[in-house]
Every structure is written in C-alpha cells, then in structure tokens.
C-alpha cells in the first residue's frame, strides 16, 4: 500500500491520521466554468467538522454496523 503525503486543502496541515475526507468532482458541461474539469480537495477532519458547521444541512448520517 502506497502511502503519499496528504495535506488539508483548508488547513494546510500534513494530515497524519488514516481517516479523512477526499472529494473528487468531474464537472461537466452547463457547471458555471468549470466545464470538463476534474477538482480534487483532502480535508483533514477537524477542517471537516468545521466545513460542515457551515451547511444549513448537516450531513446525512448513517450508522454502519461493520467498520474495517
Ligand atoms: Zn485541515
């Protein structure tokens, strides 16, 4: 297992522990300018919390019984 550094788009900072976020979006045509593009965005999960906060919505939850 091929182990890169990871660094919290939002923070900056290295991110050190196994669970974070990652975000991969291709746009396609008709996104405001950002036609065919590929956007990527590591967070660590503080930055995550924080992100989140932010919503009118909170993230939809749910609970997994089995956790590797
Ligand atoms: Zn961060």
């Known amino acids: 297992m091929k182990k890169t550094e990871i660094i919290c788009h939002c ?10 976020l990652h975000i991969e979006k291709d746009w396609g ?3 405001g300018g950002k036609d065919g ?6 967070l660590c999960e503080s ?12 993230p939809t939850v749910t609970e997994r019984t089995e956790l590797l």
């Open 11 to 20: 923070c900056g900072k290295t991110i050190i522990q196994a669970d974070y």
């Open 29 to 31: 045509y008709f996104s």
């Open 37 to 42: 593009e590929r956007h990527e965005i590591d």
């Open 47 to 58: 930055c995550y919390d924080r992100w989140v906060r932010t919503f009118k919505y909170p």
